[in-house]
């Protein structure tokens, strides 16, 4: 373990990420305390709207007269929280299911990897969407809708991983020496399949932010007065270009959040690879 | 090579019905009532109830799905609840506009990010390798709409050298219909006008496009040309005392090339995703920006449709790239 | 190591071409024969089908009506009608044609085609039909003679003639040809065009809601002697987003923008060489619908503690940057059958705040969550959503704003059950009568539609607005209206915010544009393009 963290801290994109995601979860966890003015979430303050950055607004204020900065900060909490769950959920159901296909084979893992095609067969934004529309628009709606497109992704890697293991010498042996199913699979082939699961957990997050973000873009996903980062960039479309602070902070933030997932991601990719690893 | 790409074709039809079955459910099940969406505003209980007669709403699902494979077989997706118009002729006319874009995009994500990947690669873990990592990194993260906004504001406002909007001007005729395909038809019908108003403006829209392919690219041409580093054919050459730049152009990419050709197919999900974004801010008339219209106005027959012609290319795309990895390396044509 | 660098200096070095290909400032409408709409289109271009505020530029330079609006304010002048008699007892109408008027495909307008367009309107019983449903059937439209159309209503109904404009006059020979199994040629239509107006629709190049082209009609019946220089060609290249709209405007690519640019835009534009901005006053009213069904909106002191919880000076002055005048009644203050002494309700949380209390001593559910549905699409109406919540917010009341498409918000008003607890719309002109706002938002023999979505249920307005309807003098009428908005004022059914100015982006080289609330501008006749 310290020797990957070791190996973790020699790639430096990678540590720019881990720094980048640390900071992220701080701001989310102590969010209020940051914030200059935690109440602007849902207040209105309408002598002072759209105001260019300031000593006493740093980012400027947005078109109801709020704080950028605290919108920012408090809209940390909810892209995490919504890219965790939105990765838990996906999780849940896609492990379970590529390990039974990968480890029990015939008919049920016939139907199980063509149900994930079926859904990979289609673009994730685009069926996100539809469900979304469909479930009546709201952040439940788009955290369901994400979750229920993205756990193809795990049960494809899970499944490669367990067909792999489960016809290696040692799955052979365990099974020889009279193993149980349960024994097998929950603590032998799971944690090598741990890896790959972790490393597209990790870029899931910040592609699920992404998405999410564009959701609310489109008026699918958080709904007003929630300081969600998409949807305050898809309200300030119609104040651009002249206010430019009103998109660009909470577009930064995106961009910072997304990229030290997907460095992270990325580097811990290196590591675990082990194609990779024989380079380094 | 006939029999490999049929055996593929049969392998995605299942995959396809699925995502026809998936997506019925879905439209069919969840309440939502396409009947009042479809008479209008003024529309009496009455005229609600013969609308849903008309369109079959009121039949047992099962056979309203036969029903609509039936015709869907016979390529008729039934007509918009607000157009009024044939859905197979509103994706014939959206769909090359689409390729189009998508192609362009790809086209430049490919120029730019395998050297790109390739020099990251040769520089590994050296200071090019880690700024390229994380500009590439910054190419998927960044907001594509705010970035699109930034591009119209310099070339088309500040500049002047592109234009802001559309496909076409709104003062050029188009040429005649040929294809479908604006670029082949104004080529075809000899329109030199019509193809330099096209070319100039797809520039900002494809390259707004390309941004998330090309930091995929990247990523997947230097895991790859590391990956073939590592191969003894490489050590083997630098002791013959190949100089290293002839050795990596010449056959380390053509060995590690073959892995991004694969992941070709996977980014054009992200393309398409993308192409929502895109086509809606640069007006570009797609079928992206058709699927978000029909999703959002809840347009039962466009949303079907569009979302199986949608896995259909998807599809195609896969076959097409597996049939490229396999002319790169035949070995593979003769798998299962 | 100079290879990588080289080709990635060769690829780059392509693109830096292609841009450079572009000599400056290719993209420009400067074509002085073409006027370019960035405005939105219609979901399909049949003007019995649609009847919305995109459809006017459809409607208004495609077709013809018997009657049509013109000027500021609205004067109802005859058009492919001479003139016109009605019986004393306002039953029977008659309307003498004009002749000589020819159809784009050049066969001569008579009555049967009149009677032909009015029949279809009501068979096919979508949007422009609500005025004429009640009071109409097929067969109660008749042609006496060539010229001559004659209706003969059910019951007297006064707005029918302020109605008429609404239907365009269609020609029966083309659509008849497209007909399949007696759809009235429904599927046809929507992408084509049958109409005798200033302008032919060019089918071949129509995309929904994406190109639409018209080309001059020369052969149009009022000639062009009033314009010299006329538009050629209108090309609506609607642009979906409002910040890519303002800059097409400005860097000359559109002409027009739509009319509800956002007032923090204005300036921007006043300030361009190439744009302005133009504001005319129309009749258009901003509304907050309350649900009465649903508790605690059928108790009156809740629904006026939210009538006096909506900051309506911060709205029009602040956020709208005073483009709106205040209108505390429900319709446009510039019409007649307005009480004028009638004292509307102002922003007082204090006051919202007793009625409030008074409320919940009555057992009214002041605490539970509500709902407010805007169009995602309406950048205000989502500001007056996020107004509106956070000044509950203060009283205690948590309001969540749910952003909806026009389309299935409408669909959603059809019960009471579905109707949302609040949400925000516009009533345009669509005739100008109180019978288009108080009518048939306040009559409950509307209830079903979304014009009547607040489900208000008074007996004695009933009786007076179904009076005023069934009367045929405004002497008459006035007097009741201004009876039953006091009474309506007093229920405090719904929250009415203002009357609007449009505001619309203009290029410089429009010149001749008549404005007229009916259309907002959208009629294209008298414009020309200068160089």
């Known amino acids: ?280 | 090579m006939l029999g490999f790409i049929a055996r593929r074709c049969g392998l995605a039809l299942p995959s396809l019905f699925g995502l026809l079955v998936v997506t019925f459910i879905l439209v069919r099940v969840v309440p939502h009532d396409s009947a009042a969406a479809m008479a209008g505003d003024a529309a009496t209980p009455e005229q609600i109830a013969k609308l849903t007669k008309e369109a079959g709403l009121d039949r047992p699902i099962v056979e309203q799905f036969v029903l609509y494979v039936g015709k869907v077989a016979r390529f008729d997706f039934g007509e918009s609840a607000f157009s009024r118009r044939e859905v197979s002729l509103d994706i014939m006319e959206r769909l090359p506009a689409t390729l189009t874009l998508t192609f362009c995009a790809l086209a430049i994500s490919i120029t730019i990010g395998i050297p790109l990947g390739v020099f990251a690669a040769l520089r590994h873990n050296q200071w090019p390798d880690y700024v390229l990592r994380i500009v590439s990194v910054l190419g998927v993260a960044v907001a594509a709409f705010w970035f699109a906004i930034m591009l119209q504001l310099l070339f088309s406002m500040q500049l002047g050298w592109l234009p802001l909007r559309g496909e076409l001007s709104a003062t050029m005729s188009r040429p005649e219909r040929v294809t479908g395909f604006l670029l082949f038809d104004s080529v075809i019908t000899g329109r030199w006008d019509a193809l330099r108003d096209a070319l100039h403006h797809i520039v900002l829209p494809a390259f707004t496009l390309s941004l998330g392919g090309l930091a995929s690219i990247v990523r997947f041409t230097r895991a790859g040309v590391l990956d073939t580093l590592q191969n003894d054919f490489v050590s083997y050459g630098r002791a013959m005392g190949y100089r290293r730049s002839r050795l990596v152009w010449r056959y380390v990419l053509r060995n590690s090339v073959t892995a991004t050709i694969t992941q070709i197919g996977l980014l054009f999900g992200g393309l398409i995703a993308g192409g929502v974004v895109v086509e809606s801010i640069y007006d570009y008339p797609g079928i992206c920006s058709y699927t978000v219209q029909a999703i959002l106005t809840g347009d039962n027959q466009v949303m079907l449709a569009v979302t199986l012609m949608v896995g259909v290319v998807y599809a195609a795309v896969n076959i097409l790239t597996d049939l490229v990895h396999g002319l790169v390396d035949p070995r593979l044509l003769d798998k299962p | ?531």
């Open chain 3, 1 to 531: 190591m100079s290879a990588p660098l080289k080709l990635g200096r060769r690829s780059l070095g392509g693109i830096a071409t292609a841009a450079m290909l572009a000599p400056g400032r290719t993209t420009l409408a400067a074509d002085p024969s073409t006027y370019v709409s960035g405005w939105a289109l219609p979901f399909n271009l049949d003007p019995h089908q649609v009847f919305d505020v995109p459809m006017q530029g459809v409607m208004l330079n495609a077709y013809d009506g018997l009657y049509r609006y013109q000027n500021d304010p609205p004067e109802i002048v005859p058009w492919l009608a001479e003139s016109h008699t009605v019986s004393e007892d306002g039953l029977v109408w008659e309307f003498k044609l004009r002749s000589g008027v020819k159809f784009h495909d050049g066969s001569e307008m008579t009555a049967e085609d009149v009677v032909y367009s009015f029949r279809r309107v009501l068979a096919l019983a979508l949007a422009p039909a609500g005025a004429f449903l009640p009071i109409l059937t097929q067969d109660r439209i008749t042609a006496p003679s060539k010229m001559v159309v004659r209706f003969e209503l059910k019951v007297p109904y006064a707005p029918f003639f302020s109605a008429i404009p609404i239907v365009s006059i269609v020609n029966p020979r083309v659509i008849q040809a497209n007909e399949k199994n007696g759809d009235w040629a429904k599927s046809w239509l929507a992408s084509n065009g049958a109409g005798s107006g200033a302008y032919k629709i060019i089918p071949t190049n129509y995309r929904p809601l994406e190109l639409l082209d018209m080309e001059i009609n020369p052969d149009h019946f009022l000639g062009w002697s009033h314009n010299p220089k006329p538009v050629k060609r209108i090309a609506y290249r609607p642009v979906k987003e409002t910040s890519t709209r303002v800059l097409a405007l400005l860097n000359g690519s559109i002409d027009c923008t739509d009319t509800n640019l956002p007032g923090d835009q204005v300036e921007r534009i006043n300030a361009s060489k190439v744009a302005y901005v133009q504001k005319d006053v129309v009749m258009r009213i901003f509304i907050i619908r309350m649900n009465n069904t649903k508790p605690p909106f059928n108790n009156l002191n809740a629904r006026k503690a939210f009538a006096h919880a909506f900051n309506y000076s911060g709205f029009i002055n602040d956020i709208l940057g005073g483009y709106a005048t205040r209108d505390p009644y429900p319709m446009p203050d510039n019409l007649w059958g307005i009480p004028k002494d009638a004292k509307g309700y102002d922003y007082d949380l204090k006051k919202a705040k007793e009625y409030m209390a008074k409320a919940i001593a009555e057992g009214a559910p002041m605490k539970r969550p509500f709902e407010i549905h805007v169009q995602s699409d309406n950048d205000q109406a989502l500001q007056s959503g996020q107004l509106f919540q956070s000044d509950l917010a203060q009283i205690g009341i948590n309001l969540k704003v749910v952003g909806g498409v026009w389309g299935n918000m409408t669909a959603n008003t059809k019960t009471p059950e579905t109707t949302p607890d609040m949400w925000v719309h516009w009533v345009s002109t669509y005739f100008v009568d109180p019978e288009n706002w108080v009518g048939q938002m306040y009559d409950s023999q509307f209830h079903g539609t979304w014009k009547a979505s607040c489900y208000y249920k008074n007996a004695e307005v009933d009786g007076l607005l179904r009076k005023a309807r069934s009367s045929l003098t405004q002497e008459v009428r006035a007097p009741l209206y201004e009876q039953a908005i006091r009474q309506i004022m007093a229920d405090s059914p719904d929250i009415w915010v203002y009357n609007s100015m449009q505001l619309q982006g203009l290029n410089k080289r429009i010149k001749g544009r008549k404005f007229c609330t009916v259309g907002q501008g959208s009629e294209m006749r008298t414009v020309s393009l200068e160089t």
């Open chain 1, 1 to 280: 373990m310290s020797l990957i963290l070791r190996k973790l801290a020699r790639d430096v994109p990678a540590v720019i990420g881990l720094t980048i995601v640390i900071v992220v979860l701080i701001i989310a966890v102590l969010g209020p305390l940051l914030a200059p003015y935690p109440e602007d979430i849902a207040a209105s303050h309408l002598m002072r709207r759209l105001k260019p950055p300031s000593w006493a607004y740093p980012f400027g204020t947005d078109n109801l007269g709020r704080d950028i900065l605290s919108r920012v900060i408090m809209g940390a909490r909810g892209a995490l929280m919504v890219a965790m769950t939105v990765v838990s959920i996906a999780m849940a159901i896609g492990v379970p299911l590529g390990l039974i296909a990968g480890y029990r084979g015939g008919w049920l893992s016939e139907v199980i990897m063509r149900v994930t095609d079926a859904v990979l067969a289609i673009p994730q934004l685009v069926l996100a969407l539809a469900l979304a529309q469909l479930l009546t628009p709201s952040l439940e709606s788009a955290m369901l809708a994400l979750s229920l497109t993205y756990w193809p992704f795990f049960t494809r890697i899970v499944f490669a991983e367990t067909r792999r293991l489960t016809s290696s010498l040692f799955v052979d042996a365990l099974r020889g020496i009279g193993a149980g199913t349960a024994r097998i699979v929950f603590l032998h082939i799971l944690p090598n399949a741990a890896s790959p699961i972790i490393v597209r957990a990790t870029i899931g997050l910040g592609f699920t932010i992404l998405v999410a973000a564009v959701l609310g873009f489109l008026g699918m996903g958080a709904t007003p007065p929630a300081p969600d980062w998409g949807l305050s960039i898809a309200e300030s479309r119609t104040y651009l270009p002249a206010a430019w602070w009103y998109a660009t902070f909470p577009g930064l933030a995106i961009l910072l959040t997304v990229m030290g997932f997907n460095l992270l991601g990325d580097g811990l990719r290196d590591l675990v690879d082990p194609r990779l690893r024989r380079s380094r």
